[in-house]
């Protein structure tokens, strides 16, 4: 019938994207804040980067160049004798939660980039007001990020890192004084593409670049309540 030929052709309520209204074409135009600037807002079919080096998943970074101190982190790195701080339920940070698993969403304005990350619920905000680095904010897992445009791309800065976080699953390294700069192009309505810059003196004798392109996730995907329990087991039983 006609009418459930049109229901079919509108967003439902067991997605994340606006309710009723048609399926918007992913080849079509970039949606625009009120500025002019493109809106980032949705949900992300980010790249999985287990291994940043993985020369299996285009956009890898093909050598790793270690200072001597950051060639000890790597080489001494024990995650099965000696942990792995994700496992203690400890933030992410930036990288490896774009390059992780699970969902994540932007909510966009013109003053702010809003992250939800679905693992473990996270949240950070990246501060588009024109505001520098916060010189009174103590090192924090995500640190502090404020974005700039450059034409119509974003460009995110964060510093103030407090070193304890990985690039990846499998453990590569980076110290306090490390610096991440990602840039985030919107070519269409469906399709971001992204980039993410380290530059960290103390572990890497240059910068290096991840390039990835995220789509967006079906619609029909919501992003779900998570919750990191280590060490609660006693109370979750009771």
Request: proline share 8%; glycine share 8%; with cysteine.
């Amino acid at each position: 019938p006609a009418s459930v030929q049109a229901q079919s052709q509108v967003t439902t309520v067991d997605g994340w994207y606006k309710y009723g209204v048609p399926f918007p074409d992913m080849n079509g135009p970039v949606p625009r804040l009120a500025s002019g600037k493109p809106d980032f807002s949705g949900q992300w079919n980010t790249t999985r980067r287990g291994d940043i080096t993985d020369t299996r998943i285009p956009g890898y970074v093909a050598q790793m160049p270690y200072t001597a101190w950051g060639q000890r982190q790597w080489d001494n790195y024990d995650p099965v004798n000696q942990g792995d701080y994700a496992g203690s339920c400890q933030p992410f940070g930036w990288s490896r939660t774009v390059h992780g698993p699970r969902l994540m969403r932007f909510v966009h304005t013109e003053d702010l980039l809003l992250v939800l990350a679905e693992q473990d619920t996270w949240f950070h905000t990246v501060y588009l007001d024109g505001r520098p680095h916060d010189p009174n904010m103590f090192p924090t897992w995500w640190g502090d990020s404020v974005g700039h445009w450059d034409g119509d791309t974003l460009v995110v800065e964060t510093t103030n890192m407090n070193g304890y976080i990985k690039l990846d699953t499998i453990g590569h390294p980076i110290s306090s004084q490390a610096k991440f700069t990602q840039t985030f192009k919107r070519v269409n309505f469906g399709t971001i593409e992204h980039t993410f810059t380290v530059e960290d003196p103390k572990t890497y004798t240059e910068p290096f670049t991840i390039h990835n392109t995220w789509p967006l996730e079906p619609l029909q995907i919501k992003m779900l309540e998570y919750s990191c329990m280590e060490g609660n087991l006693e109370n979750l039983a009771t």
